[in-house]
């Protein structure tokens, strides 16, 4: 598989940090409707901090992990959209991914876009490859990591959690795999003069990009 140009520098940042943890850290934003409003101006933005796992085998899809508890989790399957936003302060480049967004639990994927681009999530739509990415996953997380899907609900008012480990081997139910397909990647380089800045768009299959004024 070819990497498309935005792909090439997001493999290059990361391996020029690789020995900074927060390398791997993106922001991830998403804008829903609440409860049965059509009104535009009721729209909530939300944002957070999440980590990056990799891409999904052969495709360009960044992976994620979280709890289906969290309020994420109903507000992508309301609105399953997001923009990732990535800096990286050695290269000093951002990265600004807008996605689809679909999720994998225990019984496979539990939604995705109904709109879906079939050229955007392309090679990453098989329930058996995002299955085994979900528990090659779990596997790979500290036994610290994994004890925070056995906490309470959160959210909620704050009850004494116990740290141990966690108590079984079994993934659980709450553990999701966050698939973000990418459809449109906004690059910019601060380290030239003027900066740098492409745009980059599917197009007939096709990852083009376009140099544009910073
Ligand atoms: C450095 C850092 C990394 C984080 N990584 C994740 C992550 O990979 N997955 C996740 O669900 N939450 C992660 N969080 C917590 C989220 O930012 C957020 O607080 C939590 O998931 C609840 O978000 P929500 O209420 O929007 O669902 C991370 C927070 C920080 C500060």
Redesign the pocket.
Known sequence: MTFPRWRQSLARSLHVQRSKP?AK?FQAANAYMPGDSCDISDIIV?N????FRGFAQSSHTLL????SR????S?WQQSPRTQLCWYFTKTREQFRISAQVSMVGSTGLLFQDEHADADVNQGCSQNSMLTSERAILWANLSDKAKTQFYWPT??QALKDIEINGPPSSDIPDNFILICFHPYYVDYLNLTTTPQTREIHDISDKKWIYQDVNP
Do not use: G, H, L
């Not at 957070?48 to 980590?51: D, S």
């Open positions: 927060e850290f939300e957070r901090t999440m980590v994620a992990i979280s709890d969290s309020e994420k989790f507000q959160p959210k």
